[in-house]
C-alpha cells in the first residue's frame, strides 16, 4: 500500500464531497494559482484512497495542472453498500465516467495506480473504441493482466479471510504476520494511525470483489491498443504486483510512453513524487499538444 510522506494539504488543495449521478465521492481537488492548463483525475490502488496522491499535488499544480484524487466507492471516505455485486469492475469504472462527468472538465487526462489501472482502462473501453472525455491514459505500477503467482497468494487471504471476521481483527492479524515475517516497518504514528484508519473504514467486500478482479483481470491490452489516445505506462524499478518485464512488453503493445521511476517501487507516487510528477508533467504536456485522432 502507497505510505504518503504527510496528510498536510497544499494551500490550493481541498477535500469535498463531489455529487454525482451514482453517488457522492470523497475527493480532494487542488487547483493551480496562475492559468490551468489541463486537468486530471487520480484513481487509487486496491487498499488505497485519495491520499497516495498527496505528495504530486504541489508539482503537478505548480506546472498548472488541477488535480482531482478520489476515494472509490467503499474506500476509506467514499460510502459503499455491504454487497459485492456493487463493486464488479463495470460498476467502478461507471463510477470513474461519473466523477469526470461531474467534473465537468473536458478533456481530462486520467491516471489509475495499480488496481485503479484496471478500472480506469475499464473505463476508457467502454467508450467503444473513442477516447471518450479523456486527454489521455497513465497506467501507473499497473501491469496487463492478473498478479503474479506471488501476489495471489497474499490477496488470496483477502477473499478467504475477510468474510469471517472484521476489519479491526483482521488488521491486527495482519501486522502480527508482517512482524512475524520481519515485513513491518517502523512507520511515524500519524502514518500507523491513518493507515489503520484507511482500513477500518474501507468496505471489506470492496476489498474482497477487488482483490478477485486482481486475480482474475484477462488480458485487454489489445483492446485498449485499439483506443485513438495518448498512453503512458508509468513504474518504479521493481514491483512486487506484476514484474517489470510484463510492463515493458504492455508498452510495446500499446505504443505507449514508458517511464520507470529511479529508486521507487509499486507506489512511485509516495516513493518518488517529485521524479514521478516530472514525468506526468512531461507526458500530459505533449498528450495536451497532440492533435485529435483523425484530425
Known sequence: MSRPTSLALPPNATPC???????????VDAVPA?????????????????????????PLTAAGFRVVAVDGRGQHETPGPRDEAAYAQKELAADVRAVADALGVRPLHV??????????RAAVLEEGGGAGPWASLTLMSSGPAAVCAEQQVRTRMAVDFLPTTDMESAWQ???????????????????EEFLHRRWVTTVPEQLIATARQL????????????????????????????P????????????????????????????????????????????????????
Open 173 to 191: 492479524a495482519m501486522r502480527a504476520m508482517d512482524a512475524e515475517n520481519g515485513a513491518r516497518p517502523e512507520l511515524p504514528s500519524w502514518l
Open 34 to 58: 496562475a492559468r490551468e492548463r489541463g486537468a486530471a483525475l487520480l484513481v487509487p490502488g486496491y487498499t488505497g484512497s485519495k491520499e497516495d496522491f498527496l505528495d504530486l499535488l504541489a
Open 215 to 242: 486475480m482474475t483481470e484477462p488480458d485487454r491490452v489489445g483492446e485498449l491498443a485499439a483506443v485513438p489516445l495518448p498512453k503512458l505506462v508509468l513504474s518504479g524499478e521493481v514491483d512486487y504486483a506484476w
Open 111 to 120: 491516471l489509475g495506480h495499480s488496481l485503479g489501472g484496471h478500472i480506469v
Open 244 to 295: 517489470v518485464a510484463w510492463m515493458d512488453e504492455m508498452a510495446v503493445r500499446l505504443d505507449a510512453r514508458r517511464v520507470v521511476i529511479e529508486g521507487a517501487g509499486h507506489s512511485p507516487n509516495a516513493e518518488r513524487p517529485a521524479e514521478t510528477a516530472a514525468a506526468l508533467i512531461a507526458f500530459w504536456n505533449g498528450a495536451s499538444r497532440r492533435p485529435p485522432a483523425g484530425s
Open 17 to 27: 464531497a463531489l455529487r454525482t449521478s451514482r453517488g457522492e465521492f470523497a475527493v
